[in-house]
């Protein structure tokens, strides 16, 4: 069994960054992680994804150059850098193990971009 919970989230201008956090707990934490979003109306999206050991990461291609993924194990944290955001950003961040377990969702974060 695995919880998140996620933070970080807020208003932020177009342009500005934000550094999202995902604190895992539970019985196991050898997963691979990966970041989600969800915008009203819309499935749950795919970002980016992190090995356990954090030697292989993704980004999806549309993010590339905005968008990074990293984890501290000793931390059972994972983060996600966003920069250069857009109004097309605004959504529900959320982690999940990677493939996502639908058991797994927490209650994600909420980013808003706009001036």
């Known amino acids: 069994q695995v919880h998140v919970v996620e933070s970080g989230g807020g208003l932020v201008q177009p342009g500005g960054s934000l550094n999202l956090s995902c604190v895992i707990s539970g019985n196991e934490y050898d997963f691979d992680m990966g970041w989600y979003r969800q915008t009203p109306g819309n499935e749950r999206e795919y970002l980016a994804s992190i090995s356990w050991s954090a030697t292989t990461t993704h980004i999806l291609n549309a993010l590339k150059g905005r968008f990074a993924i990293s984890r501290d194990n000793a931390k059972n944290t994972v983060y996600l850098q966003m920069s250069s955001l857009k109004s097309e950003d605004t959504a529900v961040y959320y982690c999940?193990?990677?493939?996502?377990?639908?058991?797994?969702w927490g209650q994600g974060t909420q980013v808003t971009v706009s001036s």
């Open positions: 999940n193990i990677y493939p996502p377990n639908q058991d797994y």
